[in-house]
């Protein structure tokens, strides 16, 4: 298989896997409150209510997804994903040890790394977005001494 062949391949599994990131961060957004016709002709709307709605939900907490460090967060581990790609493409296709393996055995091993740099990049968004919402030891009395 030839350079070309390669990149083409690469660039296939990159688009794949931002088109999911995408598409799974799209699901997490809250929906409008919409309201739709009944066959009568009346209007329905879908409740809004929770479905945990008697947990008492803090106001710090539920501010957190849209907190500043969003975008930090999203770069981050788009950066670990993309970083922990690069250096699992590397060993299994550039490694002369490697090359007596079958390239679709290292193709496979390829979308199992995906598969945990995916979840390491979810970590490390987390993290990034977590350091803006954690509240430290000294001021994490809300009152105050």
Partial sequence: ??????????????????????????????????????PG???ASRPTTAPNAGAAVSPIEADAGNSPNRFAAVLVAALVWLAGNV???LCLF????LE???????FAALVFANIVLTALARVA???VRGLAVRPTPASSN????
């Fill in 125 to 127: 968004a987390a993290r």
């Fill in 1 to 38: 298989m030839d350079h070309t062949v390669r990149f083409i391949i690469l660039a296939l599994v990159i688009a794949v896997s931002l088109l999911r990131a995408i598409r799974r961060s799209s699901a997490n957004r809250p929906q409008p409150d919409s309201t739709r016709e009944t």
């Fill in 100 to 106: 007596v393996a079958p390239k679709s055995w290292r």
């Fill in 87 to 89: 250096a699992v493409w």
């Fill in 41 to 43: 002709g009346a209007t």
């Fill in 94 to 97: 550039e490694l002369p040890a």
């Fill in 142 to 145: 809300p009152i105050g001494e």
